[in-house]
């Protein structure tokens, strides 16, 4: 069974910073590229961020370019997303997600159909 699990949410000020980490098992690891997504209440999801955790190539969506670092450590199949320079409206739950590895890391990435889903963390910035 693949799982995704979440962790790293929180209560944090404007400008602050977080963690989240996503560790995944029952699943190839470097097969897949990981993203994170978020949604908050009353808008669509958003594709924030993706990895591929192979060759280790990144995407971030222009809401969150030179705030939010991807990376992957693939001993402990876990992605992480290091959220700087927090807003209010960063806040929203996010979720991790895995899909086979496209070949090719781009926003374009953020867009497909992923397979698999974590739970979700809620991350919440105060003003």
């Known amino acids: 069974e693949v799982q995704l699990v979440e962790s790293g949410g929180g209560l944090v000020q404007t400008g602050g910073s977080l963690r989240l980490s996503c560790t995944a098992s029952?699943?190839?690891?470097?097969?897949?590229?990981i993203g994170w997504f978020r949604q908050a209440p009353g808008k669509e999801r958003e594709g924030v961020s993706c990895?591929?955790?192979?060759?280790?190539?990144?995407a971030y969506a222009d809401s969150v370019k030179g705030r939010f670092t991807i990376s992957s450590d693939n001993a402990k199949n876990t992605v992480y997303l290091q959220m700087n320079s927090l807003k209010p409206e960063d806040t929203a739950v996010y979720y991790c997600?895995?899909?086979?590895?496209?070949?090719?890391?781009?926003?374009?990435?953020?867009?497909?159909?992923?397979?698999?889903w974590g739970q979700g963390t809620q991350v919440t910035v105060s003003s």
């Open positions: 997600a895995a899909v086979i590895d496209p070949g090719f890391i781009s926003t374009m990435t953020l867009k497909l159909m992923y397979d698999y």
């Open positions: 029952g699943l190839t690891f470097d097969s897949y590229a």
């Open positions: 990895i591929d955790s192979n060759d280790g190539s990144t």
